[in-house]
């Protein structure tokens, strides 16, 4: 089932409640924040005390994209901000099980990115116990990047090997997701959809999520029908 991850980044930020509700109005079901830290991206972005502020306006989970360096450092205080699931990035990670097993010590969902120029493979290991791949489909910092072709097929391979060792993490893909991309990740098997700018650019969170849903499920249901065997034709 395809999700609708919103990004906050490209929201407005002096009325973030409000962007959130109608986000999630439009069928959005997943809050996406993105944490920068101005050392592992170029960009400075929120922290913890955003995450608490959002905890009490909305019942949706908190995803939270680390974009840092150290993030074992700030795993308690994301916990104790009401943030349900964090991912970290697998370049920042010398101990990357380490640090997802910190993530799910403090009762969150672990999830792991890989950067475009990451492989797939360095994942294997800790596939088992990830909650979600995160797949990146531009190089992290800044919301608006254009989508990168070649990172679909990291997210066919992925969906591949969770078939191969039977396991059931989810496919998640950021930046660059929008009306024109959108069908390509969904037949490439990414089902947590991130997107920014396509949600919170000009028409409002709410019609802009409603529309991006609504050719997310458009793909959906054809890869469905294409795997369906009773549509086989001999
Ligand atoms: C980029 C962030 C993304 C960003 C996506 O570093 O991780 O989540 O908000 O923005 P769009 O959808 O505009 O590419
Ligand atoms: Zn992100």
């Keep these: 089932m395809v999700e609708l991850a919103f ?8 009325h973030l409640a409000d962007e959130v509700a109608a986000a999630e109005r439009g ?29 009490p306006v909305t019942k949706l989970p908190l995803d939270c994209h680390l974009m840092i360096e150290r ?15 964090i991912s970290v990035h697998q370049e920042v990670c010398r101990h990357l099980h380490r640090t997802l097993q910190l993530i799910a010590d403090h009762g969150m969902k672990p999830g792991v990115v890989i950067n475009p120029g990451t492989p797939v493979d360095t994942l294997i290991e800790v596939l088992p116990m990830v909650h ?5 489909s531009v190089n992290p910092g800044f919301g608006g990047q254009k989508f ?22 989810r496919i998640e893909v950021d930046g660059g997701v929008a009306h024109d991309t959108v069908a390509q990740v969904v037949e490439a098997g990414a ?19 409603k529309d991006f849903l609504a050719a997310a499920r458009t793909a959906e249901a054809r890869v469905e029908a294409e795997d369906d065997p009773e549509n086989d034709e001999e």
């Design 7 to 14: 990004s906050i980044l490209a929201a407005d930020f002096a």
């Design 27 to 55: 069928g959005g079901t997943i809050v996406h924040v993105d944490v920068m830290d101005g050392h592992f991206v170029p960009n400075i972005t929120f922290g913890p005390p955003v995450v608490k502020a959002l905890r």
């Design 71 to 85: 993030p074992d450092d700030y795993i308690a205080a994301f916990a104790e901000a009401g943030a349900d699931m």
């Design 132 to 136: 979600h791949v995160l797949v990146m």
């Design 148 to 169: 990168l072709p070649f990172t679909l097929e990291k997210m066919a391979y992925l969906s591949e090997l969770r078939h191969e060792m039977r396991l059931n993490f």
């Design 191 to 209: 089902e947590m959809l991130v997107a920014g700018s396509a949600i919170f650019g000009p028409g409002g969170a709410e019609a802009n999520a």
